[in-house]
């Protein structure tokens, strides 16, 4: 079946603009997570959600990053005024129900020159 | 003291022999362990998931997990060249609220398995 989906794969922007990161998560899973992966670090926590209630947002850097889920499926992550720190791969995860076995969308690379 | 720890590496096995990945992790209440694989410009790969102590075994892959002592590791046997990626330990720690969520990630081990 088909896995964790996200758009766009690669974005290049300029300091100062803002971003919209696309999520499609595995059909039936009904918990979503985006994570920031550093270079030679393990995926770093930001948010997630359960259906289109976002349970836990304690990971976004500050409030720049926002993120919606809001028909419970497709999720989007926003970065408003990017600055070259925010450079980095944006990684989505999902996992079905009752389980927290997350599954990891290919990840969205976001330049900030 | 970071909340998971793991041992960069490289790790360096031949080809055969028994990979060991070992994870340590901060005195939290935590609920589940996981394993990721990780291929150099991949996304990661759930390769195991454990919950309670003891050893699960899944092919070549054996994951052990020791509440007492806070440690989980990974064990491969049979190494291949073709497991030469780096490992991923992640702990899913209990919340105050209960919530079940976000997974926090040690850093990874670089495996290298020589033919």
């Known amino acids: 079946g088909a896995g964790v989906s996200q758009s766009p794969r690669y974005k290049v922007t300029k300091r100062g603009q803002d971003v919209a990161l696309r999520c499609d998560p595995i059909?039936?899973?009904?918990?979503l997570y985006w994570y920031r992966q550093a270079l030679g670090q393990g995926p770093e926590f930001l948010t997630y959600?359960?259906?289109?209630?976002?349970?836990?947002k304690s990971g976004l850097p500050n409030d720049r990053f926002s993120a919606e889920r809001p028909e419970g499926s497709i999720s989007t992550l926003t970065i408003q005024r990017t600055e070259q720190r925010d450079s980095a791969m944006y990684r989505c995860?999902?996992?079905?129900?009752?389980?927290?076995?997350?599954?990891f969308g290919p990840g969205t690379r976001l330049t900030v020159l | 003291q970071k909340e998971v720890e793991q041992n960069s590496g490289p790790l360096s096995v031949p080809e055969g022999a028994i990979a060991s990945l070992n994870c340590t992790y901060s005195?939290?209440?935590?609920?589940?362990f996981f394993w990721y694989r990780q291929y150099s410009g991949k996304s990661p790969e759930l390769i195991m998931s454990?919950?309670?102590?003891g050893d699960k075994e899944d092919g070549r892959f054996t994951a052990q997990l020791n509440k007492a002592s806070q440690y989980v590791s990974l064990l491969i046997r049979d190494s291949q060249p073709s497991d030469s990626a780096t490992y991923l330990c992640?702990?899913?720690?209990?919340?105050?609220?209960?919530?079940?969520?976000?997974?926090?990630f040690g850093k990874g081990t670089k495996l290298s398995v020589k033919p």
């Open positions: 995860a999902s996992s079905p129900p009752s389980t927290n076995n997350q599954f």
């Open positions: 059909s039936g899973h009904v918990s």
């Open positions: 959600f359960n259906y289109e209630a976002q349970q836990d």
């Open positions: 005195d939290r209440v935590s609920q589940s």
């Open positions: 454990i919950y309670s102590n």
């Open positions: 992640a702990v899913n720690f209990w919340n105050y609220g209960g919530s079940q969520g976000n997974l926090i």
